[in-house]
């Protein structure tokens, strides 16, 4: 697959590159050039992200930052079986535990909530540095909601991370997940609470806090790519005014036409009009010899 131009390979963590200096330089560059590609798309085309990971997966499979970017492009297209078997391979090269919480949401992903709370409450969480606890926390809520145990979701998520009123990276999430699970609950005053207190904290828009606040206050947004296309729709259109316009000026008689039609009238006219002149002087001439030939007393 190729290699966007400006990606040499130089992009990624120096923690990964450590990694890559167990191999021979040319495959260290293009593994390296090829977990450059999974990290570039795996937001906005997680499908090729999962390519370039399986090239860098073929050319170094015994590499963890391999083996861990593998997982993560996996997870990213839904493959979840897949994923886990990744992230358990980076952790046994490893034996860091940073992975626990996505490897439990694979669980959960797989259809196995059961088991995601087992990892859920298992000793690996305690060696968690505070983001990921709060992850676990998170994967653990939703495990409760596939079981359809809403109120217990809403409990796991309170914590004094939810209580706090400082800002941190997880805060935004944290605060989305307590107001979805509430509305799911049907407790909706909570729910836009919130939900108003997570917009105040995503400031990167991590969320959608702002359209579930808006959609829950009745406000409509319109694209604006939407209203373009119909702006250009409605220009394409005829308009039915103009259109019956048309069709009444299509019905209506021809200029030029009208022209023969008075040549033709004035034609006829003349003809007409000098036949009747022709009559009217004899019928006055006839009545005028009559006349001549009365006396005086016939007229009186």
């Known amino acids: 697959m190729p290699i966007d131009e400006d990606v040499t390979g130089n992009e990624i963590d120096e923690d990964v590159h450590q990694e890559l200096l167990s191999l021979p330089k040319t495959l260290a560059e293009d593994v390296a050039q090829n977990l450059v590609m999974?990290?570039?798309?795996?937001?906005?085309?997680?499908?090729?992200?999962?390519a370039y990971s399986r090239i860098a997966l073929r050319?170094?499979?015994?590499?963890?930052?391999?083996?861990?970017?593998?997982?993560?492009?996996?997870?990213?297209?839904?493959?979840?079986?897949?994923?886990?078997?990744?992230?358990?391979?980076a952790r046994r090269m490893t034996g860091h535990v940073e992975l626990w919480p996505v490897m439990a949401d694979c669980e959960r992903g797989m259809g196995r909530p059961e088991r995601a709370l087992e990892m859920a409450g298992a000793p690996e969480v305690q060696k968690l540095?505070?983001?990921?606890?709060?992850?676990?926390?998170?994967?653990?809520?939703?495990?409760?909601?596939?079981?359809g145990q809403?109120?217990?979701?809403?409990?796991?998520?309170?914590?004094?991370?939810?209580?706090?009123?400082?800002?941190?990276?997880?805060?935004?999430?944290?605060?989305?997940?307590?107001?979805?699970?509430?509305?799911?609950?049907?407790?909706?005053?909570?729910?836009r609470e919130?939900?108003?207190?997570?917009?105040?904290?995503d400031k990167d828009g991590a969320t959608d806090a702002s359209d579930r606040l808006a959609e829950m206050d009745g406000v409509d947004f319109v694209d604006a790519l939407d209203e373009e296309q119909a702006a250009a729709e409605l220009l394409d259109e005829p308009d039915a005014d103009l259109a019956d316009a048309a069709d009444e000026s299509d019905s209506l008689p021809d200029e030029d036409d009208d022209r023969a039609d008075v040549d033709d009238m004035d034609d006829v006219d003349a003809d007409d009009f000098d036949e009747v002149e022709v009559e009217a002087e004899v019928e006055v001439q006839a009545d005028v010899d009559v006349d001549a030939d009365k006396g005086p007393a016939d007229k009186a």
């Open 194 to 201: 919130w939900f108003a207190k997570a917009v105040e904290s």
């Open 38 to 50: 999974v990290a570039r798309l795996i937001d906005e085309d997680p499908e090729q992200a999962y």
């Open 129 to 147: 540095d505070k983001a990921s606890q709060v992850e676990m926390r998170l994967v653990a809520a939703g495990a409760r909601r596939d079981l």
């Open 59 to 89: 050319l170094a499979s015994r590499v963890a930052a391999v083996r861990e970017a593998a997982g993560f492009a996996a997870y990213a297209t839904q493959k979840y079986s897949e994923a886990l078997a990744e992230f358990r391979a």
């Open 150 to 191: 809403l109120d217990a979701a809403i409990v796991t998520l309170q914590s004094p991370e939810l209580a706090s009123n400082s800002v941190q990276p997880w805060t935004a999430r944290l605060r989305y997940a307590y107001a979805d699970a509430l509305l799911a609950a049907g407790r909706e005053d909570e729910a």
